[in-house]
């Protein structure tokens, strides 16, 4: 019966394992959606007159011309904006699935996945696109001071003390505030 009991010990340790996990990965979901909604892809053709932005599900938020652009040929300016456009809703798609990947946890594998799908797509290499992916990564935000003041003095702060406001004048008030200003008074007493 000590083994069994042991079995179930260690089985429900190991669910308790997967709950935590479960936890940890979605703990941080507002977070991941905030990334997310934020997203933006740039892409430029190679002659520079052609540049798509990208958002959230590789939805075009932009497209811009120089002046060059508008000299193009109709089908030239065309296949310009519509490779552009491939290639900024693919920048997109990669940080997504980044973004999700970093969140969610990498076993998921999810940045390989649209990278083995994107080379077939595109005739290129895996290497080549996740060269790309490096490219265009972004340095890391400054990290946010926390409010850890083990380290700070909580009484004094080094930045300047800002004026505290005069005390209101006093006033003479009205019979009731005279009444509550004796009651209390005489209490003290």
Known sequence: MSAEFEQLVAEFEKFQSSIQNVDDRFANIGGMQDELSRLEATATSPDRAVTVVAGPGGAVMDVKFTEEALRQRPEALSAAVMSTIQQAVAESARKQAAIVEEHMGDDLNLVDQVLETQAELFGTTVEDLKARMDEAAPTPPAVEQSDD?????????????????????????????????????????
Request: no cysteine.
């Open 149 to 189: 003041y083990s380290q700070r003095s909580v009484l004094r702060t080094d930045e300047p003390e800002a004026p505290r406001p005069a005390p209101p004048a006093p006033s003479g008030g009205s019979d009731g505030d005279r009444f509550l200003k004796n009651l209390f008074d005489e209490d003290d007493r």
